[in-house]
């Protein structure tokens, strides 16, 4: 297996965890407060369901939405530029830094850190933006 591929594979492995990690945590603050919105759920537990949601779920479930809507966009232009053999460096470079700022967006944005929630967000878009770079200067 080829260095580039190694360090993607790596890189989605890490943000896979990091997405499990995330449901992981819901879980728990509803566990541990017996506090479930499903029904199912609350009877399961002897508890009578919830209107709302705790507090710390919410957000966990909002860092999770964001997740959506950037890893996925990794994933695909990372295998791309795995694919598609451009420079290794950089490309390795902006695997890892995409990887790092989502990591750091997460825990910023569950422990309510402004602005570095808004700066690990920016990096990884940067990081992004780079990998889409370097697919267009490999097509041309």
């Not at 993607?8 to 919105?37: D, E, H, N, P, W």
């Not at 939405?65 to 695909?76: G, M, S």
């Not at 309510?112 to 808004?118: D, F, L, M």
Request: proline letters at 2%; hydrophobic letters at 55%.
């Amino acid at each position: 297996m080829n260095d580039v591929l190694s360090v993607y594979a790596a890189c989605v492995l890490v943000l896979c965890l990091k997405m499990l990690a995330i449901s992981c945590y819901q879980g728990f603050f509803r566990i541990r407060a017996k506090a479930f919105t499903h029904r199912e759920d609350a009877a399961f537990f002897n508890r009578a369901a919830r209107a709302e949601e705790l507090p710390q779920v919410v957000r966990a479930a909002k860092a999770w939405a964001n997740d959506l809507e950037n890893i996925p966009l990794f994933f695909v232009l990372g295998g791309l530029c795995v694919v598609m053999q451009g420079d290794s460096a950089t490309t390795v470079w902006l695997f890892a830094v995409f990887t790092l700022a989502r990591v750091v967006h997460t825990v910023t944005y569950l422990m309510r850190w402004q602005p570095w929630r808004t700066v690990a967000y920016g990096t990884g878009v940067i990081g992004l933006l780079g990998l889409g770079a370097t697919l267009a200067y490999r097509l041309w």
